[in-house]
């Protein structure tokens, strides 16, 4: 009952939002297939195991639940962005891990679940160089589930097809997180991407939007 409310809760902020129907399923399966890897990585394999996986893989379904909070007029909009219009869009990892936050305190249950889903809705937008939102964390301070998310979140946009822009190849996308200058995301869950990229590649191809 409590995976279905959960599974409720995100296919909410999916339909908000002009993500594609198949991106909770998909996100699911990036992220286990990017944290198996990192297992196998010195650097990561210590802070995770198997319950540790199996948790990630039902919060990051929470990971855009703000943006039921978003206005219409902003989250619909089929063009580019204004920059207040932005700011109000970027909110919606603040306002979504209040919600959480709140259902903590009121409930005081499952906390340890609850925490990682409030680090990833609130932290998914943070980038490793310290260039991201909400709050310009850097490095190993944006917990480590909210920087597999943030992967695995990029490489479905980038990937799918939207109102405002068209989608891109595997190996497009590749390149442009591959890059040598590439500061967005945590380097050892660069080298576990390129182990995995081949799953990605077929998740995205064989779950329907």
């Not at 249950?109 to 964390?137: K, N, S």
Request: proline share 4%; aromatic share 6%; hydrophobic share 45%.
């Amino acid at each position: 009952s409590q995976d279905v409310l959960i599974y409720a809760m995100a296919k909410m902020a999916e339909l908000r939002g002009q993500e594609t129907n198949g991106h909770l399923m998909r996100m699911q399966k990036y992220v286990r297939v990017l944290a198996e890897a990192s297992r196998r990585l010195p650097a990561l394999g210590s802070c995770m195991d198997d319950a540790w996986v199996r948790m990630l893989e039902r919060c990051v379904l929470l990971h855009d639940i703000g943006k039921v909070a978003i206005p219409d007029h902003i989250i619909l909009k089929p063009g580019k962005l204004e920059p207040e219009e932005r700011s109000i869009m970027e909110s919606h990892t603040v306002l979504g891990s209040d919600i959480l936050e709140a259902v903590a305190r009121q409930q005081g249950v499952c906390l340890a679940f609850l925490q990682m889903a409030i680090d990833i809705v609130r932290y998914h937008h943070e980038r490793y160089d310290g260039a991201g939102y909400p709050e310009g964390l850097a490095g190993d301070a944006i917990p480590l589930a909210a920087r597999i998310t943030a992967l695995a979140d990029v490489y479905d946009a980038m990937r799918s097809k939207l109102v405002y822009k068209p989608g891109l190849a595997h190996a497009a996308v590749r390149r442009l997180l591959l890059q040598v200058d590439q500061t967005q995301f945590d380097p050892a869950l660069m080298v576990a991407f390129r182990e995995c990229e081949s799953a990605f590649e077929q998740i995205f191809a064989g779950t329907p939007d």
